[in-house]
Structures are given as structure tokens and as C-alpha cells.
């Protein structure tokens, strides 16, 4: 059975500040891992995922197969980063499920 | 995202009703989702559909059915059988080439 666990509800910094999202993932395979985040009144968007290795905004995160993890990472917080963030896991292929963590609020003050 | 739309925004349930979310794309996606956001719950899956007239249930599927009679829709009814039906539900759908699910901007059900 596939998992995502991520340990905290609420992560407060200041803006500047470095932010870690934690993710812990369990999958017996070669996982696809997603982070997806939703701003205040906007729709659950795509914010990064682990294949395309590219840094959105400012965030990165990278896949540690040893550790089975998938922390989102940024330097300097933004006011602006403060959402709800979710981390997700799909098996391999097209037809694979999407589960999710159940998310953490970041809030970044001024 | 703006090719899915769900509707209403609001819906209200009485006791033993049973109510029907709207979910349309015109993305030309072949898959469709129907996922429940709770509080401290993050997103469940209660059903998805891969292709027309086909679906499968999900990790929460009981007290909910859904149809896919076409690409573009998947209705979500919440039946009286389910009991603890104020959530936030949302539609998702993705292309068979791509990984990327996107969402609808959600219906809210509350029970009245």
C-alpha cells in the first residue's frame, strides 16, 4: 500500500526565513512524487514534482530513495509562499492513483 | 486549471436527501477524480473514472456514486447513506500522457 506522511499541520517563520516541509513516503517501487499547493481562495495546483527536477518559485525538493523522502525546501520565505501545502505519491504509469499527505499550513509573517 | 469547473459552490443536504456535485472539463482529459478534503484529513479519494463508462472506487467510495456517460463529466451524488457528508469535495482531472492532475475550484456540501 502506498503512503505519505507528513509530520506537521502547521510550520510559522518569518519572512526570510528558511522553510523545510517534511514528506515521508511509502511505496514498494519506483515512485512519482508531487507537491501540490493552495493559496488562500485559489484552486489545488501543481507546485513541483520530483521528475522534472526544476525549481518553482523559489522551491525545490528532492526525492532521497534511502530515506523515503520528498522535503520541500526554500531559502528566503515569502509572505506569499503561506498556503496549505500537500505532498503526493503516484505509482509508475498513466493509470496510477494519486494519494496525499494530509498537509501542512505554512505561514510565513512579516 | 480554469477548463474544470464544478458547481454548485455551496450545496446544502437535508436529512435523507441525496445530492448531486457537478464536475466538467473541456480539457479533452480521459481521467476524472472525485477526492474529499477534510480538515487535518487532507485529500481522499472517493472515485475515479480512466475512461467513459468505466469507474472505480476509491480509498472512501461508501455513501457516494458517480457515472461517466462522457469524457467531459463526472457527477458525484452523496447519498443518504452517508453519514458524515460536510466536506469540501473536489473534481480533479489529468491526461493519459502526463502525471499532472488538475482540480476544480470545489463544492462545499453542509448539512442542514
Known amino acids: 500500500a502506498q503512503r505519505v506522511t507528513q509530520p506537521e499541520k502547521l510550520l510559522s517563520v518569518f519572512k526570510g526565513a528558511p522553510v523545510e516541509l517534511k514528506c515521508n513516503y511509502s511505496?514498494?517501487?519506483?515512485?512519482?512524487l508531487f507537491w501540490y499547493v493552495q493559496y488562500s481562495r485559489q484552486r489545488l495546483q501543481l507546485l513541483l514534482r520530483h521528475i522534472s527536477r526544476e525549481s518553482i518559485k523559489g522551491f525545490t525538493a528532492d526525492l532521497n530513495k534511502g530515506e523515503t523522502s520528498f522535503h520541500l525546501k526554500k531559502p528566503f520565505a515569502q509572505e506569499e509562499d503561506s498556503a496549505m501545502y500537500y505532498c503526493?505519491?503516484?505509482?509508475?504509469?498513466?493509470?496510477?492513483?494519486?494519494?496525499f499527505g494530509k498537509g501542512i499550513t505554512l505561514s510565513v509573517r512579516p | 486549471d480554469g477548463g474544470i469547473t464544478q458547481s454548485p459552490k455551496y450545496l446544502f443536504r437535508k436529512e435523507g436527501q441525496n445530492v448531486t456535485l457537478s464536475c466538467e472539463q473541456n480539457?479533452?482529459?480521459?481521467?476524472m477524480y472525485w477526492y474529499r478534503q477534510d480538515p487535518g484529513q487532507g485529500l481522499r479519494l472517493i472515485y475515479y473514472s480512466q475512461i467513459v463508462n468505466d469507474f472505480q472506487k476509491g480509498d472512501i467510495a461508501e455513501g457516494y456514486s458517480v457515472s461517466r456517460e462522457k469524457k467531459e463529466s463526472f457527477p458525484l451524488t452523496v447519498t443518504s447513506a452517508q453519514k458524515n457528508p460536510t466536506a469540501f469535495y473536489l473534481c480533479?482531472?489529468?491526461?493519459?500522457?502526463?502525471?499532472?492532475?488538475?482540480f476544480g475550484p470545489g463544492t462545499r456540501l453542509l448539512v442542514l
Open positions: 480533479a482531472s489529468k491526461s493519459v500522457y502526463q502525471e499532472t492532475q488538475y
Open positions: 480539457l479533452n482529459h480521459d481521467a
Open positions: 511505496y514498494s517501487g519506483s515512485p512519482e
Open positions: 503526493a505519491l503516484s505509482g509508475p504509469g498513466a493509470n496510477s492513483k494519486l494519494t
